[in-house]
């Protein structure tokens, strides 16, 4: 977003958060030793992410995790390269699941051009009604990341049988 601005560095974050998720999901599904692989599959929740993923519903639930800030990316992508989901499930599942943060990332850097050309150029060429704008797109995207992660985090946290 600083340097390319909104629009166009939105196929570009996202090429390259994507990339760095297969990478991490490959290195560990290849390149973990068996020993490691062995002691984090007997864990409890090795267990529930072998479910969730091994169902109809795994791309829903990767991507849904991958919206909620709960779970680190670094840790899910490694985590996932030990389960039996397969690599393009997971690629799709990846790409839906980040496509709100990168953009939301996107934003902030072309928000930070903005305010470093404000700075440099002084605050001669925003109006009132552009900095209306801008403070609904700021406002709206705060509120929409955090309704996104509301709704996957209720989505992923089981619920009790009755």
Known sequence: GLLFGF???IPCVSAASLAAAVFAFLASRFLLGAKARARLRSTKAFDVIERATAGKDAVKMIALAR???L????VMNWGLGLTQISLGR???ASWVGMIPSSVLNVY???M???IAEIRRHGD???NPAEWALLGVGVTSTVVVSYYVSQVAKRTLVPHPEP
């Open 124 to 126: 001669g060429f925003r």
């Open 71 to 74: 779970i680190p990316f670094g």
């Open 112 to 114: 930070a051009k903005s």
């Open 108 to 110: 902030v850097g072309s």
């Open 67 to 69: 919206m909620s800030p």
């Open 90 to 92: 997971y690629v799709l």
């Open 7 to 9: 629009p166009y560095a």
